[in-house]
């Protein structure tokens, strides 16, 4: 974490944005560093709401790395991305296009599947890392003039809205998270092969502790969660589909259209996010750069922590066996 200024008098303004999550912040250039006090209420801030969005800001890849950095320490861009613009390792590059032109189609390909997948692509970022990231930081540069929104959920409202038997009995739960699980590319794409050439592969709790807030978040998503463990198959799949349809209610839900210069952070322990599927269908280009935060291991209710089955834990070392 970089240092921060004195702290100054004036504050952030905060305005939730939907019953259960998200919240648009005011009153801040996010571009110049912070003084502790802005910086503990933006902290506050995304902890209350789980996604919090920032409009009108003019970031470059430097001012998105140094903010981020006022919030804990910054990941490698991806575990599987060996292409981060040149001087900034930091940055992952979210553009349908970009990633057609290094990757063929596999990526375009992987998103048109979860147009017909049950749960469409929701997923919480690298959960198949043994330690995911704390959160995430993504700021538009070019969008479409309409289409293209993202969604969050918040996964502490899921859990905290099913039955006390139910949450009792998912508290001894684990899950295993596979980068390359129920949401692959084509196997023979050059994405997928990649993929196959760096397995990343964890088991978590299926109830996690927030860290900081100590709330229990359902800590599954259909992107990345292959199985729960210990369980039959048949079991695991029930399991799942009642949390997938839990964890993708409305209610628990809030959608940001996205302009030029908007910025979403978002708390990674504790929502999980659904990207554009129709990306092909999208009238222009759609160009987003994310950051994300070092995290922890996840730690259940019971105390147990994740474990590691296959990789390395994610962190700002690059770390990428190209196919
Ligand atoms: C992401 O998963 O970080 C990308 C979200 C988006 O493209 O809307």
Redesign the pocket.
């Known amino acids: 974490m970089t240092d921060t200024l004195p702290d100054s008098p004036t504050t952030i303004s905060v305005r939730p944005a939907a019953t259960h999550i998200g919240a648009d912040i005011s009153g801040v250039d996010i571009s110049q560093p912070l003084d502790g006090r802005t910086v503990q209420e933006i902290t506050d801030a995304l902890h209350r709401y789980k996604v919090i969005f920032f409009r009108g800001q003019s970031l470059d890849h430097a001012s998105h790395i140094a903010f981020g950095r006022q919030f804990g320490d910054l990941t490698y861009a991806h575990p599987h991305d060996e292409a981060p613009p040149d001087g900034f390792p930091e940055i992952f590059t ?1 553009d349908p296009q970009w990633h057609r032109a290094r990757y063929g189609d596999g990526y375009i390909k992987q998103k048109q599947r979860r147009q017909f997948h049950y749960v469409t692509g929701w ?1 919480t ?1 690298i959960t198949p890392a043994v330690n995911p990231p704390a959160g ?1 930081i ?1 700021r538009a540069e070019v969008v479409p003039e309409y289409g ?1 929104d ?1 969604m969050w959920t918040n996964l502490a409202a899921a859990y905290q809205g099913l039955s006390a038997p139910m949450r009792a009995f998912l508290n001894q739960l684990r899950a295993e998270h596979r980068y390359g699980g129920p949401d692959n590319p084509p196997p023979d794409s050059p994405y997928a092969k990649r993929i196959m050439a760096n397995p990343l592969v964890a088991i978590h709790p299926v109830v996690r502790v927030h860290p900081v807030t100590g709330e229990r978040t359902l800590f599954v998503n259909p992107g990345f969660t292959s199985h729960i463990v210990d369980v039959s198959h048949r079991e695991s799949v029930a399991l799942l589909d009642m949390l997938y349809d839990e964890i993708t209610r409305t209610e628990y839900t809030v959608r940001l259209r996205w302009e030029p210069g908007t910025v979403a952070f978002w708390d990674n322990r504790a929502t999980a ?1 659904l ?2 599927t129709n990306v092909e269908d999208l009238t222009g280009r ?1 160009t ?1 750069y ?1 950051v994300t935060l070092i995290g922890e291991c996840p730690v259940g209710p019971n105390g147990q922590e994740s474990e590691l089955v296959a990789g390395e834990p994610f962190t700002a070392t690059r770390n990428v066996a190209t196919a």
């Open positions: 979210v997923h970022d995430s993504l293209g993202t996010h990207a554009p759609r987003l994310r």
